[in-house]
């Protein structure tokens, strides 16, 4: 069964989440496309000149949520190994950096410093997998979402007093 909700006079399916990945089932290019059904009683011209009315159970338009790409890595696992067995380098095993994992195991986590800050990268999400793939992530659990400021982001003028 599919959830809705409601979004801006509509109602908006979620799309069904892979439980394997934790991320939508159709989800392609960082991109999953969700039905959106009008609410009742909403008519709509179409551009042929007719105009339909929606009873609610019909599909009016999609719309796009973004999606990440994850590859096995599981964030619980990577912050478990980081906690209790970091000084023996096994996160850094986990995660595909072995030489990193070596080094640590040679020198007791860098004599616990450098176990207690990767246990911080690491539960930040700072450090992923090195495939470049994110880590899976309950889809209603503790993401990080990056901001970034590009040549497309509004920028408001200071005005100094």
């Not at 008519?43 to 007719?50: F, Q, Y």
């Not at 207690?116 to 930040?124: A, C, G, R, Y």
Request: hydrophobic share 35%; with cysteine; charged share 20%.
């Amino acid at each position: 069964m599919n959830v809705l909700s409601i979004f801006g006079g509509s109602f908006e399916r979620y799309p069904r989440i892979d439980d394997a990945t934790q991320e939508p089932d159709n989800c392609k290019d960082s991109v999953a496309w969700v039905e959106c059904l009008p609410a009742p009683n909403i008519s709509c011209r179409l551009p042929n000149g007719t105009e339909f009315k929606f009873s609610g159970k019909e599909v009016g338009f999609n719309k796009t949520v973004p999606c990440r790409n994850v590859s096995g890595y599981s964030y619980r696992v990577a912050v478990a190994l980081s906690l209790f067995l970091g000084w023996l380098g096994a996160d850094r095993f986990y995660l595909g950096y072995p030489a990193l994992g070596l080094l640590k195991f040679c020198t007791v986590g860098f004599c616990g410093i450098g176990s207690l800050v990767d246990f911080m990268l690491i539960s930040m999400q700072i450090v992923g997998p090195s495939d470049g793939s994110n880590y899976i992530v309950d889809y209603y659990g503790a993401r990080l979402t990056r901001l970034a400021i590009t040549n497309e982001t509004y920028r408001r003028t200071q005005i100094s007093p």
